[in-house]
């Protein structure tokens, strides 16, 4: 009798979708892994760095390898590479220690599944706002002097090189395509680096109006990279609209993208820290498994969590911290 009471409340749990095993049937299964993409997906300075990576700057915890655990993937080959565009999917890059190969060297025709991050650095979009909208703030802190630099005779020119590098995020699909023609092919956007609405020049120094203009070109960007996705009938995850709450400005424990400091134990300037790369992770592994592409508040505070004590690893014993990477990822494979 009681376990006829038993079966029953199992299969009722089963219909609610209470039970992990029938969302673990759902997720597809992959053999092999191929991940493309720029420092957004490389995650410099996210403890711990892959010492395989040479000037790359990868991450042991960044979203592929995190993505790659959750998939329980065979083969994972990881090949991102900080400051690539997408003429790197197809020629050497040249980087602080050594050149790095062409990311399309890491596919191959049964290759099943390709996550990319591309297109911020391609005609030093991203760089050119870093680089040049702090130190026009003080000219007119309340304005919009960056704005105002990159329009030229009414036209926005940052806008520009992104119409044209929607263009290269397409052909970079149909080269995935043509080498790998088995394979899911998935597209990243990048999570929000700005509030859409406040301002916090303390850690993103950047003058009020300015915050917009950062605002629209990243979503401009994002738009670029998922029509290509688009065209070339990939997937694309949105991390932009799912970030909200989680930009540069949000407290410590929420902000998935580091402010203007370099923190060694967190994440590179401008870039996604543990938290942001666990969240891309996230939500990929939800597209492809068909959950709503949200985050919970169970999962920011886990990751919230999980970045602290990692940080606190790096710190104190950099090998303690290495194999705790190394454990929550296990997969066969890590380049």
Known sequence: MKLR???????????????????AAAAPRFERYVALGDSYTA????????????????????????????????????????????TNMTQPQSTLLGTAAPQFDALAPDTDLVTVGIGGNDFGVFGSIIDTC??????????????????????DTLRQKIAQTQTRIAIVVQGIRARSPKAEIVLLGYPKIAPEHGTCPATLPFADGDYTYLYSIEQALNTAVSNAAAAGGATYVDTFGPSTGHDACAPDGQAWIQGKDVNILRAWNYHPRYEGEAGMASLTYKTLTGQPAVV????????????????????????????????????????
Do not use: M
């Open 5 to 23: 009471r038993l079966i029953a409340a199992c299969a009722a749990l089963a219909l609610l979708g209470g039970l992990p095993v029938a969302q």
């Open 43 to 86: 995650a410099p300075f996210v403890p711990l760095p892959d010492v395989l990576s040479l000037g790359c700057f990868r991450s042991y915890n960044n979203y592929p390898k995190q993505l790659a655990a959750k998939l329980h993937v065979r083969h994972l080959t990881d090949v991102s590479c900080g400051g690539a565009d997408t």
């Open 134 to 155: 702090p130190g026009l703030r003080a000219s007119d802190p309340a304005g919009a002097p960056c704005k105002a630099h990159f329009t030229v005779n009414g036209v």
């Open 296 to 335: 919970t508040g169970a999962e920011q505070a886990t990751w919230s969590r999980q970045a602290a004590a990692l940080a606190k690893q790096a710190a104190v014993s950099p090998q303690q911290a290495y194999v705790a990477s190394l454990n929550r990822v296990r997969t066969s494979a890590q380049r």
